[in-house]
């Protein structure tokens, strides 16, 4: 069998990726240039960084390197969804209480300057006087879902790099000369914000299977062979547990692409510590626990539909309706690596993200409308000459 090319280009091609670029660009640049002085080296002073081949603090300087510990009885846990959620809610009535919701202080250790957290990036730099600051509160404040595990990044930059010029000379109906350049821009590591559900499912459901027949019809040059379809009534109930349904709660970045960026592999989590972030930008969450659980059930949902028109069964499926009880909900919030990048080609912007635990590069990239015009042409050829032959 010969390679089939890919589908066209989707309609949204000229749509960015990241909605809000700027934030993550301001955010990355702020803390890329490795300045971040909440972890002093021990041995000379300068600044220690999250090292991914050691995943161990280490300083570039003198190459002094700092274990981040974990104690034994330290896990990653599930927590209670409900539970989360009334415990928010006490917060948010004894807040509106107070004056300044919605934003914490954080004092520069370099200058003690205070300074108001508002935005969703927690590393920043002072305004005051250019130090960077990781805004360590907006991780451990007891008004927001506190941070449960953190997956550090695996995939070193050089890596990245390496894929992403691997991925440009696989792209289909690429320009050559892009091919050959290949995408050229400024890495920078993040960590963005997901919930994960777990949840026992219950579900009913009524419909109908349909199952194909054939029938001849008409008579002499007119006698045919068609199609008919039985009904059959068909009903029952299943319970299905999910695990690990993760969300992306942040929404500066287009979710479909950065969702082609999974698995992520969860058994490489590890209890937040701030030393993990050390060196890379970390976004806080904008989308809030019960939107996250609601995108969460949409997958959950699509996944049980899929279940019922398999148990249905037959040639074809009539669902009459679904109903699901979601059982023992329980989250995680995590903080997962990528690579983000904007390249620019031919005075266009595009922008592509690594999953940096795993490597996988996804992104926007340019076209050869001319490479596309052949191939359709070659295809419309095909189909044409197929149709002479079977008419001969
Ligand atoms: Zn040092
Ligand atoms: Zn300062």
Not at 246 to 254: D, E, N, Q, T
Request: proline share 5%; net charge negative; with cysteine.
């Amino acid at each position: 069998m010969s390679q089939q090319p890919p589908p066209l280009p989707p309609h949204d091609a000229d749509e960015p990726i990241f909605l809000e670029e700027t934030s993550f660009e301001e955010g990355g640049e702020r803390i890329d240039d490795e300045k971040g002085r909440i972890f002093p080296c021990e041995g000379c002073g300068a600044d220690l960084v999250f090292h991914i081949k050691t995943q161990s603090l280490k300083c570039s300087h003198c190459g002094f390197e700092k274990a981040i510990g974990f104690s034994e009885d330290e896990s990653v846990d599930e927590q209670d969804f409900y539970g989360m959620l009334a415990h928010l809610q006490e917060l948010r009535e004894q807040q509106s209480d107070e004056e300044g919701q919605n934003q914490q202080e954080v004092q520069c250790e370099s200058c003690g300057a205070t300074l108001m957290f508002v935005d969703t990036v927690t590393s920043s730099e002072c305004p005051y006087c250019a130090s960077p600051i990781q805004l360590e509160k907006a991780h451990t404040s007891d008004k927001r879902v506190p941070v449960d595990a953190v997956l550090p990044f695996q995939i070193e930059q050089e890596v990245a790099r390496q894929n992403l010029r691997s991925w440009v000379k696989s792209l289909w109906f690429a320009p050559n000369e892009f091919v050959e350049k290949g995408a050229e821009g400024t890495f920078h590591g993040v960590y963005l914000p997901y919930f994960t559900f777990d949840s026992m499912t219950s579900t009913h459901y009524r419909g109908q299977r349909g199952e194909h027949y054939y029938v001849t019809v008409g008579t002499g040059k007119n006698r045919r062979q068609v199609r008919r379809t039985r009904w059959y009534p068909a009903s029952g109930a299943f319970q299905r547990f999910f695990d690990d349904v993760v969300i992306l709660a942040s929404r500066g970045l287009k979710r479909q692409l950065i969702r082609e960026l999974e698995p992520f592999p969860m058994h490489l989590l590890v209890p937040f510590r701030h030393a993990l972030l050390a060196g890379f930008t970390a976004r806080t969450y904008d989308v809030e626990l019960e939107d996250g659980f609601l995108l969460g059930k949409e997958r959950i949902d699509a996944a049980l539909y899929s279940d019922v028109c398999r148990r249905i069964g037959g040639d074809t499926q009539r669902v009459d309706s679904i109903q699901s009880q979601y059982d023992a909900i329980t989250y995680k919030h995590l903080l997962l690596p990528l690579w983000l990048m904007t390249y620019k080609y031919k005075d266009k912007l595009y922008q592509v993200a690594v999953n940096a635990a795993t490597g996988e590069v996804h992104g926007e990239r340019p076209y050869s409308w001319v490479k596309i015009l052949f191939a359709s042409l070659a295809a419309a050829v095909v189909v044409i000459g197929g149709l002479a032959l079977s008419n001969r």
